[in-house]
Nanobody, 126 residues
Framework: QVRLVESGGGVVQAGGSLRLSCIVS????????MGWFRQAPGKEREFVAR????????HYSDAVKGRFIVSRDNKKDSLYLQMNSLQPNDTATYYC???????????????????WGQGTQVTVSS
């Protein structure tokens, strides 16, 4: 049974930082590229970042580029998202997901991801 568990969310003031973690079990973690997505209330889930299985290739959405850093530790079956210079519009539930590359859409497409965590809430106050 594949399981993804996010943690590290919370309430932070604008300009602050948070580090999210995602622990994965039930699959061979170092064989999968991974992604972070977020969903704000009343909005669609959107792509945040993707990291290749080796950690060499990384992509970010324009909204977070230069502020967020995605990383992974394959020895710990863990994915991370360091979020800096947080702004109120970063408020959302953040999800990690395994990338399987169905070829339906690009790496920003939800359809390219298979397993999802339950999410962790990030709230940025102004």
């Amino acid at each position: 049974q594949v399981r993804l568990v996010e943690s590290g969310g919370g309430v932070v003031q604008a300009g602050g930082s948070l580090r999210l973690s995602c622990i994965v079990s039930g699959l061979t973690f170092d064989m999968y590229a991974m992604g972070w997505f977020r969903q704000a209330p009343g909005k669609e889930r959107e792509f945040v970042a993707r990291i290749s299985s080796s950690g060499v290739q990384i992509h970010y959405s324009d909204a977070v580029k230069g502020r967020f850093i995605v990383s992974r530790d394959n020895k710990k079956d863990s994915l991370y998202l360091q979020m800096n210079s947080l702004q109120p519009n970063d408020t959302a539930t953040y999800y990690c997901a395994t990338y399987i590359g169905r070829g339906i859409g690009g790496y920003t497409s939800l359809a390219e991801y298979q397993h999802w965590g339950q999410g962790t809430q990030v709230t940025v106050s102004s």
